[in-house]
């Protein structure tokens, strides 16, 4: 029997790397930093992540996206006067953001799912304008933010929440945080492989991986009829 499918917004659906390491690369040219706007991505990426991983409680997503840039920033030799307004800036380029090429809306239509669900580590607001969004065939009652879990990935409290929500679910994810925190968690979960992201080498290694969103349906009927 069909059951609720989630994905990951900015591992599985987004290539965020591409899309926030050429926005950063403009702003390098802008304040004339001779550093990729790749590096300044990574860097800020590594530490917003360990950002999510320490925090107690719940801090919008966008407060600590602004402290890991300016620590990326200090750590790359750059002056960090100017993290608060890149920060912001680059959590604005998210809505242009490309998606990966096998993520279009009649490629995830044709999942056999009693519905399409998304997982993320943002905030609302940030995430109501994206691509992922923007196709349509995202249920929003079915979309469980950091905002409304007021917990962050790989935390179990998010995918607890998900499930007090959602009820049983599957969930599709990319990065490595995702897939521990998913697993650990007793979710139900199928990897779908994407560049750039690997598992962690002492992390849970999910049962099920795929290589696109179209080579889903035999390992998400695998997931429907077992137990996580």
Same mark, same amino acid.
């Given at each position: 029997m069909p059951?609720?499918?989630?994905?990951?917004?900015?591992?599985?659906?987004? =290539?965020?790397?591409?899309?926030?390491?050429?926005?950063?690369?403009?702003?390098?040219?802008?304040?004339?930093?001779?550093?990729d706007g790749s590096a300044i991505y990574d860097r800020w990426d590594a530490t917003n992540k360990e950002?999510?991983?320490?925090?107690?409680?719940?801090? +919008? &997503?966008?407060?600590l996206s602004a402290v890991a840039m300016s620590s990326a920033l200090s750590s790359l030799g750059l002056p960090d006067d100017s993290a608060d307004s890149t920060s912001a800036e680059l959590l604005g380029s998210?809505?242009?953001?490309?998606l990966w090429?096998?993520?279009? *809306?009649?490629?995830?239509?044709?999942?056999g799912a009693a519905g399409l669900g998304l997982l993320s580590n943002i905030d609302d607001a940030l995430l109501a304008d994206t691509a992922v969004m923007r196709l349509g065939v995202f249920d929003p009652a079915l979309v469980?933010?950091?905002?409304?879990?007021?917990?962050?990935?790989? *935390?179990?409290?998010?995918y607890a929440k998900a499930t007090e929500l959602l009820g049983p &679910?599957?969930?599709? *994810?990319?990065?490595?945080r995702d897939v521990r925190g998913a697993v650990s968690a007793g979710i139900r979960c199928i990897r779908l492989q994407r *560049?750039?992201?690997?598992? =962690?080498?002492?992390? +849970?290694?999910?049962?099920?991986?795929? =290589?696109?969103?179209?080579?889903? =349906?035999?390992?998400?009927?695998?997931?429907?009829e077992s137990d996580a």
């Open positions: 059951v609720i499918v989630t994905f990951d917004v900015f591992s599985a659906l987004t =290539d965020s790397r591409t899309g926030g390491s050429a926005f950063l690369q403009d702003i390098a040219g802008r304040y004339g930093w001779p550093v950002r999510h991983r320490a925090v107690q409680g719940w801090v +919008p &997503f966008a407060e998210m809505v242009d953001w490309p090429p096998d993520v279009t *809306a009649q490629a995830l239509q044709r999942i469980v933010t950091s905002e409304r879990a007021r917990a962050y990935k790989p *935390a179990a409290a998010l &679910f599957v969930h599709v *994810a990319s990065s490595a *560049a750039g992201h690997s598992l =962690d080498a002492s992390g +849970p290694t999910p049962r099920w991986t795929v =290589d696109s969103i179209t080579a889903l =349906d035999d390992a998400l009927a695998a997931a429907e």
